[in-house]
């Protein structure tokens, strides 16, 4: 466990030895109280979900309380960021707990002989190395509260490169600062052809966010682009803010 001054957030390093086979090994958080309804990441947002399986109607497989998440889970104040861990669940209860999977140990890619569905998922093919034998190693991150910037924040973490001898900005500047802080930066890379570096930004809350997004670098256009990098369409920019650090807001 590790507490760093001034980052408010708990970090848990683990390490497990798994020598059992045909188990599932999970982590409990208690949160206070009985949870009705709860975040957990996806894919460039933040679902409402609620514990429990979901209704059976018109599913040919009994629906799980399981589900799959991207990042983290929160519940009645806390927020359990669990990286390469997506499966979890809430379970409901007083008090209502946290669930995130560690270990989920199988010898085959399916059986005919599990109570828990009514055929098989598919071949019966043997997979030792789904037991997960050996060493388990996994980051979590426990904090208060429901901010999927800081859940990134604990997720990523930070990684030093050196650059050059000369420094790119100024001491105290920053390359790249975006606002408002809900909003996430997912990338920010060279442009896979031609020059120019790509920004990527997500709006994982459920409101309409206008981003101010603050270039400590001089550049001299702008463009709006796809996922495939294609250009959208081109952003109109003062001419003030040519060749000068200048700020992009949409």
Avoid: Y
């Avoid at 030895?17 to 009705?36: I, K, Q, S, T, W």
């Avoid at 809900?182 to 459920?206: F, M, W, Y």
């Amino acid at each position: 466990l590790r507490v760093v001054p001034g980052v408010a957030r708990l970090d848990l390093d683990l390490r497990i030895e798994n020598a059992a086979e045909d188990h599932r090994l999970r982590m409990l958080f208690p949160v206070e109280g009985r949870v009705e309804r709860f975040e957990a990441a996806t894919t460039f947002d933040v679902a409402e979900r609620r514990p429990g399986p979901r209704p059976e109607s018109g599913w040919v497989q009994a629906p799980p309380a399981t589900f799959p998440h991207q990042g983290f889970v929160h519940a009645h104040g806390l927020s359990v960021v669990a990286p390469g861990l997506p499966e979890a669940e809430v379970v409901p209860g007083e008090p209502s707990q946290i669930a995130i999977s560690l270990l989920r140990c199988v010898g085959s890619l399916s059986r005919w002989d599990l109570r828990s569905r009514p055929g098989p998922a598919g071949p019966a093919t043997d997979t030792p190395g789904a037991q997960c034998p050996g060493t388990l190693r996994a980051r979590l991150a426990l904090f208060a509260g429901l901010d999927p910037a800081r859940a990134r924040e604990a997720e990523t973490g930070l990684r030093a490169f050196v650059c050059g001898e000369e420094p790119r900005v100024a001491e105290g500047e920053a390359m790249l600062r975006l606002e408002p802080d809900c909003l996430l930066l997912s990338a920010c890379k060279p442009a896979e052809q031609g020059e120019g570096t790509i920004v990527r930004i997500s709006n994982p809350t459920a409101t309409d966010v206008e981003a101010r997004l603050v270039l400590g670098l001089p550049f001299a256009r702008a463009e709006l682009r796809q996922l495939d990098e294609s250009v959208f369409h081109d952003v109109a920019l003062d001419e003030s803010a040519l060749d000068e650090p200048a700020a992009l807001a949409g």
